[in-house]
């Protein structure tokens, strides 16, 4: 184990993870759905995890092909400026003409519906300010139909960020018969004052966007297959597709990286699980879901879905663990909570390495689909480790926020200040580059993820998806080990091995312990998971 990766500690030169997801980025470029450069990476991960030796099978999907072309904004009034604009993913376009207009600044859809006559003929900018990605992003999201319900000629929104140096954010929005982008934030909160000021605003739009027939593409398992139950599955996951401007290294390559690293991982320690562990490469999350309602189609064919122990997904950034956030769409009878509460008796085992925290309410868009069948799902929460003094890493400044939904303001009980989620400077813009990763907290996420996964392949059964029936009244002469006698049996020895064997190989469990035992555990301990939104993330 020692011998895997140099035992001076863990950085971008001996993390095998890290090293391939910069690969990737930087070789690629953005991973857009229906891209050759997607297909291409692709192609790499599956001949890669191939020559890892484990199973990689190529679901075929077809995904939506939406093409960018050339875009522009500039202010004409009352002054000339050229805007930090991008069009918003599946928008209109202007049709080969310029659309140069008035501008009318709301604050959001109902001071529009409020003021809809003002917008007739205009160009409508959303100054809506973020406050968590869940609250602000059905702005993005509806904008062009919002603006065109009240006849203005193109609509403009406030990047969803919470902080900007003049990059602005594109992202999924329902196509309207009007174009639609995304400015900066200080663009917007110029355009706010210039308003606020009575001053006449003016603006020249431009965009050419193509929507082309749908694209052939194909989500990726990596397989580490069961000794036991080969065809009963422990799923983790991240989406592979990136927006067409990003190269999408946080959102969503260090989740794709660590869920393929947890399989690579676990097979060269030579760990058998008795369930298999599939480690799923999902396409087309950022613009239309393809990939989550194959499985979900192939999987109601196949009938391979009641084979599921759980499904996870990462998709919130690789910073320091802290748990799952559990759903269940079947809580008859209290299902959910017979799920969590066995999750809980296997928290411990990541203890000392962050990722113990088991929360309810959680999932992600690849994985909602299945969801609905009554798989337990789960997101995976993730902190920054600013929240724990004494750690520096190289990417900072991404707080998460404590709730390790990423998506809100956070209170650090350390410093008693509010920060901005730094997931959300980054996202969807062209700032997502590999130097948002920082390896060891890629590393610690494996770790974390290995653990866990390899625990619930273990179980005695599939995780409960509801309560059992009232026991029959027979056979109280058995002499079986109760489940939880059992559960605690196995896992004390895999548990243990895989404690010793994870903190070995990422040889930073001294590290961590300085940092780990100066988090009050109980600050955390009610928090809640990611509260997830059915938007295109």
């Given amino acids: 184990i020692n011998n895997l990766l140099p035992s001076t500690g863990v950085t971008q030169y001996n993390s095998i993870g890290w090293q391939r997801l910069a690969y990737i980025c930087d070789t690629f470029g953005p991973r857009f759905s229906g891209s050759q450069n997607l297909e291409n990476a692709l192609d790499y991960i599956r001949d890669q995890a191939i020559s890892d030796g484990l199973k990689v099978t190529e ?14 904004g500039y202010l004409i009034s009352p002054r000339v400026k ?29 001071d529009l519906q409020a003021n809809c006559s003002s917008a007739e003929g205009k160009i409508v900018l959303f100054n809506t300010i973020f406050t968590t990605y869940g609250a602000t992003v059905s702005t993005r999201s509806n904008a062009a139909l919002w603006a065109q319900s009240c ?14 140096m003049q990059n602005p954010h594109t ?15 200080e663009d917007a909160s110029q355009l706010q004052r210039m308003q606020d000021r009575g001053q006449d605003i003016v603006v020249s739009l431009y965009m050419e966007n193509t929507l082309y027939p749908d694209s052939p593409s194909r989500n990726l398992w990596i397989d580490l297959v069961g000794s036991e ?10 989406h592979g597709d990136s927006w067409d401007n990003t190269e999408g290294a946080m959102d969503d390559g260090g989740g794709f990286i660590v869920s393929w690293e947890v399989v690579r991982v676990l097979n060269s320690l030579g760990l058998k699980p008795k369930r298999t562990i599939r ?20 999987g109601l064919i196949t009938n391979i879905l009641v084979n599921h122990s759980i499904a996870i997904e990462t998709d919130g950034g690789v910073f320091q663990p802290l748990g799952l956030g559990v759903s ?12 969590i509460a066995q999750l809980e008796t296997l928290a411990p085992l990541t203890h000392s390495i962050g990722g113990d925290i088991v929360t309810s309410g959680g999932g992600g868009t690849d994985i909602d689909p299945i969801c609905g069948t009554g798989i337990v799902c789960a997101g995976w929460n993730v902190l920054d480790p600013r929240l724990s003094p004494g750690t520096t890493v190289t990417n900072n400044p991404c707080t998460t926020d404590a ?17 901005d989620s730094g997931y959300f400077w980054f996202h969807h813009s062209d700032a997502d580059t590999i130097e948002r990763i920082d390896p060891t907290q890629l590393n610690t996420n494996v770790a974390s993820l290995a653990i866990w996964t390899y625990s619930i392949a273990q179980l005695p059964e599939l995780l409960p998806r509801n309560a059992p029936a009232p026991p029959d009244k027979k056979d109280d002469s058995d002499d079986k080990k109760s489940p939880s006698t059992t559960i605690i049996i196995i896992l004390s020895v895999v548990g243990g091995v895989l404690i010793i064997g994870f903190i070995s190989l990422f040889a930073y469990r001294v590290h961590r312990k300085q940092t780990q035992n100066q988090i009050d555990r109980e600050e955390y301990s009610h928090l809640r998971g990611n509260e997830g939104t059915n938007e295109r993330a």
């Avoid at 006849?151 to 900007?164: D, K, N, Q, T």
């Fill in 171 to 185: 992202g999924y929005s329902n196509t309207g018969n009007i174009p639609a982008a995304a400015i900066s934030l």
């Fill in 229 to 238: 139950k080969p065809d009963e599955y422990v799923l983790v996951s991240g």
């Fill in 59 to 72: 679901e075929a999907t077809m995904v939506p092909k939406w093409v960018r072309g050339e875009e522009w």
């Fill in 82 to 110: 050229k805007l930090h604009l991008i069009g918003l993913g599946m928008s209109n376009s202007t049709h080969g003409k310029n659309i140069t207009a008035q501008v009318f600044v709301v604050s959001g859809n109902p």
């Fill in 279 to 298: 480690a799923v490469v999902w396409v087309n999350e950022e613009n239309g879901d393809a990939g989550g309602e194959q499985y979900l189609t192939d």
């Fill in 403 to 419: 709730m390790g939904a990423w998506d809100a303001p956070v209170f650090d009980p350390y410093t008693q200040t509010m920060y």
């Fill in 328 to 339: 269940c769409s079947d809580t008859s009878n209290g299902g959910c909570g017979l799920a």
């Fill in 151 to 164: 006849g203005a000629v193109a609509a403009l929104i406030r990047s969803i960020a919470p902080f900007s």
